[in-house]
């Protein structure tokens, strides 16, 4: 083989290992996405059973955590690691919501409001 054969097939082969980690980069991404939205459906979840065990809703997401002197609090119902989205940024909680009493937001992978595909915002009421 001469220089010049061997600079091709290098070149190939960085630029098949460029378009492999491409793939696999975003689809971590998209999965996130997809566990975000379970996150959100579950901690949605623990904050209704606070509002069951006390009789209201809490005032912030920490509140699953820790106890404020609440009467009728049976928790922890989150874990702190439970109240932040797989980018790490915390998840919002809002009162009251757009549809609902309450509003749970990730800001998606951009940790910015709006945004599109992966940095849009995940929302559940």
Known sequence: ?????????????????????????????????????????????KVDQFQMDTGRLPDSLEQLVTSTGQPNWLGPYAKAEELKDPWGNPIQFRRPGTSGPYELVSL????????ESVNADIRKP
């Not at 991404?29 to 959100?40: E, I, K, P, S, Y």
Request: charged share 10%; proline share 0%.
């Open 108 to 115: 998606g992978a951009d940790g910015q409001a709006g945004g």
């Open 1 to 45: 083989m001469s220089l010049v054969e061997i600079i091709i097939v290098i070149v190939l082969i960085g630029g098949v290992l460029a378009l492999v980690t491409s793939r696999v980069l975003g689809g971590r991404d998209r999965a996130n996405v997809g566990l975000t939205n379970t996150q959100l459906i579950t901690l949605a979840g």
